[in-house]
């Protein structure tokens, strides 16, 4: 369950955007559920070990990696006390093994913060801590912040989706560059992730 009203959340991007009122009516119903996880720990590991990989590939190599652990329990003195090889031998490259390690580290040193201390951090700064983490960029907290934690007004302006959705929504001859995507999404304050979601949409029409 989203933590916002999404009839309030429509209503508004109606009436602030008649561009936007119309790919609203052509898409339906906004249907944008809550991804669920057991720590922000969690859903960064899962985010790591799943970049650059086929969803199969990311569920395979996760199913491995958790099953160096006992009883499947991927938690960060585990990670820390994992030897990189195994990792490796699990499918992770070297790249991703030096960052989960070090989402390891800054979990337990308390950058990345536990899923209470989340709920009440702003977007900034849930963003500031996590791209500390190696391998962690602003796109991945964005995603988190849409998808796990249902916060209402992210827009996340280097998302190719959401560039291509304005491109074909709005009949633009090219890709919006980032800042001008952030410049016109101010109107769409305080609900940029639901004008964000809908702009995904249009790309599947």
């Known amino acids: 369950m989203l933590a916002y009203d999404t009839d309030t959340a429509i209503r508004h991007l109606r009436s602030a955007d008649e561009t936007l009122a119309r790919l609203i009516s052509q ?5 944008l559920h809550r991804r669920s996880f ?16 086929s969803g199969k590939a990311a569920r395979t190599i996760y199913r491995r990696t958790r ?5 499947g ?7 820390l006390a994992a ?4 990792l490796r031998a699990a499918g992770l490259s070297r790249a991703k093994t030096a960052a989960v390690h070090d989402l390891a580290s800054k979990f337990i040193g308390g950058i990345v913060p536990n899923a209470r ?3 009440a951090m702003p977007d900034d700064e849930i963003i500031e801590r996590l791209v500390q983490v190696r391998g962690v960029g602003r796109w991945t907290v964005e995603m988190l912040l849409i998808f796990h934690l249902g916060r209402p007004d ?14 074909i929504a709005y009949a633009r001859r090219a890709l919006p560059t ?8 101010e109107r769409w304050r305080p609900y940029r992730s639901v004008a964000s979601w809908y702009l995904w949409r249009a790309t599947d029409m």
């Open 73 to 79: 329990r991927v938690t960060a003195p585990a990670i």
């Open 117 to 119: 201390r989340m709920k």
């Open 38 to 53: 057991n720590t922000p720990f969690h859903a960064l590991y899962s985010a790591i070990v799943s970049q650059q990989l």
């Open 178 to 185: 980032e800042k001008q995507l952030h410049k016109y999404g």
């Open 27 to 31: 898409v339906g119903p906004f249907e």
């Open 83 to 86: 030897r990189p090889d195994k």
């Open 67 to 71: 099953a160096l652990f006992p009883g």
């Open 154 to 167: 992210v827009l996340p302006v280097g998302d190719l989706g959401v560039r291509k959705g304005f491109q």
